[in-house]
């Protein structure tokens, strides 16, 4: 740690002559089942292979639920590294991000270290959680600090805070629309990027087991099928919503032991109150959702908005129009048909 610095007792750090109260580290045990792949590419990311190397500060990214919040915890596990998460969000400031001050109870100002800063001058794991919530002013004031430079400014406390040679940090990313674009200069900085994508079914059983021991056997199998059909389908259940739909099911298959819900019914109850009635028919969601994205509709022109088809305002009114001719004139030869003797 820099000479200027000072751990003191009880979590508290000083620099230059002001004390920071330092967050707790996030105490989780959990194991990453299958995958070890992207496990592996996360921790190189974190290797420093000579004394003019630095870490890399990688993207976690894939769908909601998908296990990126556990893919960094376990690999802070793996290094036997603390573990500190931040959740960013829309409204996040600078000093949230770094440095909060906290009126006291004798009335000063105390100084509380965000996880972030907390894992800076411990030298542990931070993970910025939905990192793309985040505005661009508070992922400014992290642009030293992920690069070479290593360091971040609190204009709060008026102190430059330097990041301790063990400090590991990576940005966990969902593949959904975000309130704020990160802006270049900051995703030039978060690099690699390490994609997520959904276990395959026997991966996904294992998980299952390990959150849910109790579940049924006959239940877990259910779920999983399921699970693995969305993933064919590219709809965005994910094995979170699977723990929780199965974790629901089995509280209810419980609460109705005086009068017994069979399991089909228990786990399509827990299947449609999780995720909504449209998860009980997969293929029909799947295609209303093709629908909506264009994949099986003609597309509108302007003139659509204000004309019907057949109007002769409608700037292709000629082309309906030549298509109208062919079948009154098939119509008339009809008739005419009709009207010939022979």
Same mark, same amino acid.
Not at 13 to 23: G, P, Q, S
Not at 72 to 100: F, H, M, N, S, W
Not at 113 to 126: D, E, K, N, Q, T
């Given at each position: 740690m820099?000479?200027?610095?000072?751990?003191?007792?009880?979590?508290?750090?000083?620099?230059?002559?002001?004390?920071?109260?330092?967050?707790?580290?996030h105490?989780?045990?959990?194991? !990453?089942?299958g995958?070890?792949?992207?496990?592996?590419?996360?921790?190189?990311? !974190?290797?420093?292979?000579?004394?003019?190397d630095?870490?890399?500060?990688?993207?976690?990214?894939?769908?909601?639920?998908?296990?990126?919040?556990?893919?960094?915890?376990?690999?802070?596990?793996?290094?036997?590294? =603390?573990?500190?998460?931040?959740?960013?969000?829309a409204?996040?400031?600078? =000093?949230?991000?770094?440095?909060?001050?906290?009126?006291?109870e004798?009335?000063?100002?105390a100084?509380?270290?965000?996880?972030?800063?907390?894992?800076?001058?411990?030298?542990?794991?931070?993970?910025l959680?939905?990192?793309?919530?985040?505005? =661009?002013?508070s !992922?400014?004031?992290?642009?030293?600090?992920?690069d070479?430079?290593?360091?971040?400014?609190?204009?709060v406390?008026?102190?430059?805070?330097p990041?301790?040679?063990?400090?590991?940090?990576?940005?966990?990313?969902?593949?959904? =629309?975000?309130t704020?674009?990160?802006?270049?200069?900051?995703?030039?900085?978060?690099?690699?990027?390490?994609?997520?994508d959904?276990?395959?079914?026997?991966?996904?059983?294992?998980?299952?087991?390990?959150?849910?021991?109790?579940?049924?056997?006959?239940?877990l199998?259910?779920?999983?099928?399921?699970?693995?059909?969305?993933?064919?389908?590219?709809?965005?259940?994910?094995?979170?919503?699977?723990?929780n739909?199965?974790?629901?099911?089995?509280? *209810?298959?419980y609460?109705?032991?005086?009068?017994?819900?069979?399991?089909?019914?228990? !786990?399509?109850?827990a299947?449609?109150?999780?995720?909504?009635?449209?998860?009980?028919?997969?293929?029909?969601?799947?295609?209303?959702? *093709?629908?909506?994205?264009?994949?099986?509709?003609?597309?509108?022109?302007?003139g659509?908005?204000?004309?019907?088809?057949?109007?002769?305002?409608?700037?292709?009114?000629?082309?309906?129009?030549?298509?109208?001719?062919?079948?009154?004139?098939?119509?008339?030869?009809?008739?005419?048909?009709?009207?010939?003797?022979?």
């Amino acid at each position: 740690m820099d000479m200027q610095n000072s751990e003191l007792p009880s979590g508290r750090v000083e620099i230059d002559n002001v004390t920071l109260h330092l967050a707790q580290p996030h105490d989780i045990d959990s194991e !990453w089942i299958g995958q070890r792949e992207i496990l592996d590419q996360l921790i190189a990311c !974190w290797l420093v292979v000579d004394a003019k190397d630095l870490p890399l500060s990688p993207r976690l990214v894939g769908p909601p639920g998908i296990g990126k919040t556990a893919l960094g915890t376990a690999a802070a596990k793996v290094r036997e590294q =603390e573990l500190y998460i931040y959740q960013c969000t829309a409204d996040t400031r600078p =000093e949230d991000l770094l440095v909060t001050p906290v009126l006291a109870e004798n009335g000063r100002i105390a100084y509380h270290a965000s996880p972030l800063v907390s894992a800076m001058l411990r030298g542990g794991v931070c993970l910025l959680d939905e990192g793309n919530r985040m505005n =661009e002013k508070s !992922w400014a004031s992290l642009a030293p600090l992920l690069d070479h430079r290593r360091y971040a400014e609190s204009i709060v406390a008026g102190i430059t805070i330097p990041a301790h040679r063990d400090f590991r940090c990576a940005v966990t990313m969902n593949q959904d =629309e975000s309130t704020y674009e990160i802006p270049d200069y900051i995703l030039s900085r978060l690099q690699p990027t390490l994609a997520l994508d959904y276990p395959n079914k026997q991966d996904e059983m294992a998980i299952l087991k390990y959150h849910l021991p109790f579940a049924e056997v006959d239940m877990l199998a259910m779920t999983v099928e399921f699970l693995q059909k969305s993933h064919d389908l590219k709809l965005e259940f994910s094995t979170r919503d699977g723990i929780n739909l199965l974790r629901y099911a089995m509280k *209810r298959m419980y609460q109705s032991q005086e009068h017994p819900i069979n399991k089909d019914n228990s !786990w399509k109850e827990a299947l449609a109150k999780c995720l909504g009635d449209d998860a009980l028919d997969l293929d029909a969601l799947a295609d209303r959702q *093709r629908r909506t994205l264009g994949g099986d509709s003609v597309p509108l022109g302007l003139g659509d908005f204000f004309f019907n088809q057949g109007d002769p305002m409608h700037p292709d009114f000629d082309e309906f129009d030549d298509d109208d001719d062919d079948d009154d004139d098939m119509e008339l030869f009809d008739d005419d048909d009709r009207d010939i003797p022979f």
